[in-house]
């Protein structure tokens, strides 16, 4: 293995730690973040500048409305510069091997649909394919060409995801039973968004209202275009296999993403929003109660409750003008009793064949992974300020254009 990925790790650990105590605010940190980042990793090209505005909107929303603990600022500023220092090494990477660039990504399969749908379970049980790649949480938080297989125990990157996510669940081991990532499993490429500072990241880990309305006027398709070659980059070793890809937000954004990948086997899962969405609202709060004190739960259940009834209810109205058969919906009850027998169905909608070993390695994974393995999650409504009516209310257009059946309260 090279040096130069030991060296780019350790320099932007002392660059993390560094910033992490700063007493100075977000927002005329800026130019340090940015200088930290270049130290850490002795690259200075981060591309196109665009990037600027969502990163200046997020500091000063940070600044302005976040209620971070000491903690909390420790880790975002660190976020912040592993971030940096990412679309650093990828720019890099793309001048090394521009060739990357010119390979095609041929018909990617995308799981999304509402969180808590049963999305990570789908795109767990795909990745056992062995015609797939999936975007592993390690590669994820640091892009580059994903190495075989036997050297990513040694990689730093990788030991660095490992370390990171002990720690997490360390913090609140909670957060293990209601989303387990682990750092060679399948991850959500909002990681990639990140890079460009267009994510629901920044807001779900605090409360920064300022940016969410900024990012909800953003045109998304640059930021498509750099996940696409993002994904290039990293499967360049294999770009034959298909990719599948999972993220629920991929909802709010389908014309940018049928612009960017026009062959795309779109799969949405389904559930009944009023279980949905307390589901959520927990996870959420496990997230920010990491970096945040006090957690307004009422006040995220609304915001939740508006974006996401406000995001699939657009999502009607896009599919309705689109392609049918780019789709396939899959509803939460297939992916508890019968997952396999679904994705069968998936495969020959798309015209895709499900060779006997996928199958196998598919229902030795499901075998292998009850759900409930990590524990219990415990939540209400009520506890963020909702009412399974309401709920049912807002999703209405959703809920009868996809036959979604009510479920009973937690």
């Known amino acids: 293995m090279s040096r130069w990925p030991v060296r780019l790790y350790n320099g932007v650990q002392r660059a993390r730690w560094k910033l992490g105590g700063a007493p100075v605010g977000f927002r005329d940190g800026e130019d340090a973040h940015l200088e930290a980042a270049r130290s850490a990793t002795g690259l200075d090209d981060f591309g196109d500048p665009g990037f600027r505005e969502g990163l200046g909107v997020l500091l000063r929303a940070y600044d302005e409305e976040a209620r971070l603990t000491p903690f909390g600022r420790r880790m975002v500023s660190a976020e912040l510069t592993g971030i940096l220092a990412a679309r650093l090494t990828v720019e890099a990477a793309w001048k090394r091997e521009p060739r990357v660039l010119d390979e095609p990504i041929r018909r990617p399969i995308f799981v999304l649909g509402l969180p808590r749908t049963g999305t990570t379970a789908l795109h767990s049980l795909l990745a056992q394919d062995p015609e797939h790649q999936v975007l592993e949480y390690w590669l994820a938080t640091a892009p580059g060409p994903r190495p075989p297989r036997s050297a990513w125990q040694r990689d730093p990157r990788f030991v660095a995801a490992r370390r990171g996510l002990r720690t997490l669940y360390f913090l609140d081991p909670g957060l293990k039973s209601i989303h387990l990532l682990t750092p060679e499993g399948p991850d959500e490429c909002r990681h990639l968004f990140v890079q460009s500072f267009v994510d629901h990241t920044f807001d779900s880990n605090a409360h920064i209202p300022s940016y969410t309305r900024w990012f909800a006027s953003q045109d998304m398709r640059p930021a498509y275009a750099r996940h696409r070659d993002v994904l290039k980059l990293i499967g360049s070793p294999t770009p034959e296999r298909r990719w599948v890809l999972k993220y629920p937000a991929h909802l709010r954004e389908l014309p940018a993403l049928l612009e960017t990948y026009p062959d795309a086997c779109i799969v949405q899962t389904h559930r009944d929003p009023a279980r949905v969405l307390p589901s959520l609202c927990s996870l959420v709060a496990g997230w920010r109660s990491l970096y945040e004190d006090p957690v307004d739960a009422r006040a995220l259940g609304r915001w939740q409750l508006d974006m996401l009834s406000d995001m ?69 409504s009520a506890q963020f300020g909702l009412s399974d009516g309401e709920i049912r209310e807002r999703f209405g257009p959703y809920i009868e254009r996809h036959g979604v059946a009510s479920e009973a309260g937690t």
């Open 312 to 380: 699939v209810v657009g999502a009607v109205a896009t599919r309705s003008a689109a392609d049918p058969s780019c789709f396939y919906d899959f509803h939460f009850d297939d992916v508890l009793s019968d997952p396999v027998g679904g994705v069968k169905r998936m495969y020959k909608h798309f015209g895709l064949e499900l060779t006997a070993e996928a199958e196998r390695r598919m229902r030795a994974w499901h075998a292998q992974h009850p759900q409930g393995a990590h524990g219990g999650h415990g939540y209400t």
